[in-house]
């Protein structure tokens, strides 16, 4: 079946450093990715559409200067968040489809925990 | 709201009961998709019904869709341990993709 990588699962960092976070089709190609965060026992939040070759989609209220996503290839989507906040501590999941059709099953990373200190 | 809802909010079963919950929506829709996401992990894709289907099984899984009512329904049968996880529905009218707030499940052994 189709997988997505998503990498660090963990990471902690400073208040005012940034973290880069990769998401990778493994075996197919993904001209779409999908950036999510989730905050505990919550639903997961679209934070924006990440499309190879251009400018990402971002959704209402999420900051592109401070969410930058970059998909500059068919199978590799990053979120960089910058200067990074303890507020900005939660959980970042990745997803792909393999047509990159919206009716297709979405292929989910495992989630990157960021606590921010 | 393009967004499905989950119903209930939380479940909590004994290991072998069967498990249901339920997703309503408000749009018109041309699929409906279920996932399961395991603690401090991704989504897992569970099925997807289609808008002209009425039942899907998946192994344990049984899927069922009532698009005059806008609802479907997720039964999980002989639970387990393992499907202790939190549950949710994506509905597929539009491109936006937005997940519901989920059903949480808990399986007591």
């Not at chain 1, 197919?28 to 026992?41: D, V």
């Not at chain 1, 501590?89 to 489809?97: D, H, K, P, R, V």
């Not at chain 2, 479940?11 to 309503?24: H, P």
Request: glycine share 8%; hydrophobic share 30%; aromatic share 8%.
């Amino acid at each position: 079946g189709a997988v997505v990588s998503q990498h660090p699962s963990r990471v902690i960092c400073k208040s005012g450093t940034s973290v880069k976070i990769e998401c990778r089709s493994l075996d197919f190609q993904a001209t779409t990715m999908f950036w999510y965060r989730q905050f505990p026992k919550q639903s997961l939040m679209l934070m924006a559409t990440s499309n190879e070759g251009s400018k990402a989609t971002y959704e209402q209220g999420v900051e592109k200067d401070k969410f930058l996503i970059n998909h500059a290839s068919l199978t590799l989507s990053t979120l960089t968040v910058t200067s990074a906040h303890p507020e900005d501590s939660s959980f970042y999941i990745c997803s792909a489809t393999e047509g990159g059709s919206y009716n297709s099953p979405l292929h989910f990373g495992n989630g990157t925990r960021l606590t921010v200190t | 709201s393009q967004q499905g809802e989950e119903d209930p909010q939380a479940l909590s079963i004994q290991e072998g009961e069967n498990a249901t919950m339920n997703c309503s929506y408000k749009t018109s829709i041309n699929n409906l998709q279920w996932y399961r996401q395991n603690s401090g992990r991704g989504l897992v894709h569970l099925i997807l019904i289609r808008s002209n289907e009425r039942e899907k099984h998946s192994g344990r899984l049984r899927v069922t869709l009532d698009t005059s009512k806008k609802s479907s329904s997720l039964l999980i049968t002989a639970s387990r341990a393992a499907d202790t996880a939190s549950y949710f529905c994506k509905i597929q009218g539009a491109q936006k993709l937005v997940f519901g707030q989920g059903t949480r499940l808990t399986i007591n052994p």
